[in-house]
């Protein structure tokens, strides 16, 4: 099964990225899709060179790199993955199915001490920002008040989109993929297509507690496809609590899976 990276799997890459806080950019390079964000990759490779790092941050599946002139921003696509050229940080991220080709590292940046960080990406949706715009992203979805969601759910008029199509809406709240939402709607027990504002204020109250608990889940397991619905993904698939046969339709542009019987 494809990966896509999920905010889990950006949070790993910005722990990755602590490793480089404190290192000196000698160079950086992109090729014409990495760099499909700015006027041209030789951009990158200018606007980087001679900066330190001195942080890392998150917004969403926004990376970010704060240095001592303008912050880096990194977006992965469906298929990037970020490596820090060492045993530890392949080992540690370089997943499953994927395998690694030297032609699909679309640039990257390298530092001082000969450390390189790179992005590799068959798809070619990877994109490198310079002082990315975050009022065009809502509230971060690992650090999400209730509040926070309580006004991501909110509705100006009519019934509102369908629950799962305002989660995935990055302006609402960023870093809520197509894994985490379905799994967080199937622990809570709510129909994906439930309109927003039939949700009242406990089905909402349950609704926050079960996409904390399953970031915090899937955190601690490994990734965001280790759900537990995650095996009846498929055609056929049964639901893991009650057997009923999963629905499957495709909601907010995403497929989506879920239980008939304990979902409503
Ligand atoms: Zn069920």
């Not at 404190?22 to 760099?35: K, N």
């Not at 889940?217 to 990734?223: A, I, N, V």
Request: proline letters at 5%.
């Amino acid at each position: 099964m494809r990966r896509v990276p999920e905010i889990l799997e950006v949070e790993s890459y910005r722990r990755l990225c602590d490793q480089v806080v404190g290192a000196t950019i000698v160079r950086g390079f992109a090729d014409g899709y990495l760099a499909k964000k700015l006027p041209t990759p030789a951009t990158w490779a200018r606007a980087v060179k001679g900066l330190s790092v001195t942080g890392t941050d998150r917004r969403g599946k926004l990376l970010l790199l704060e240095t001592d002139g303008p912050t880096l921003g990194i977006r992965f696509g469906m298929t990037g993955v970020l490596l820090l050229d060492t045993e530890a940080g392949i080992e540690g991220l370089f997943y499953g199915p994927h395998s690694f080709k030297e032609e699909w590292v679309r640039g990257g940046l390298e530092f001082a001490d000969a450390r390189r960080l790179l992005v590799h990406d068959p798809r070619r949706l990877a994109r490198v920002e310079i002082d990315p715009d975050l009022e065009a992203l809502g509230p971060d979805a690992l650090t999400l008040t209730r509040r926070q969601f309580d006004a991501a759910l909110a509705v100006e008029r009519g019934e509102g989109p369908a629950v799962k199509a305002r989660l995935l809406d990055q302006a609402r709240v960023a870093g809520v993929g197509n894994l985490l939402c379905d799994e967080a709607l199937f622990r809570a027990g709510i129909d994906p297509r439930t309109p927003v504002s039939h949700l009242d204020d406990a089905r909402r109250g349950a609704l926050y507690r079960a996409l904390r608990a399953t970031t915090r889940t899937l955190g601690r397991r490994g990734g965001s496809h280790l759900g537990d619905h995650m095996a009846a993904r498929s055609r056929g698939g049964l639901c893991p609590l009650d057997g009923e046969a999963m629905a499957t339709a495709t909601i907010g542009g995403r497929t989506t899976y879920w239980c008939p019987r304990h979902q409503r």
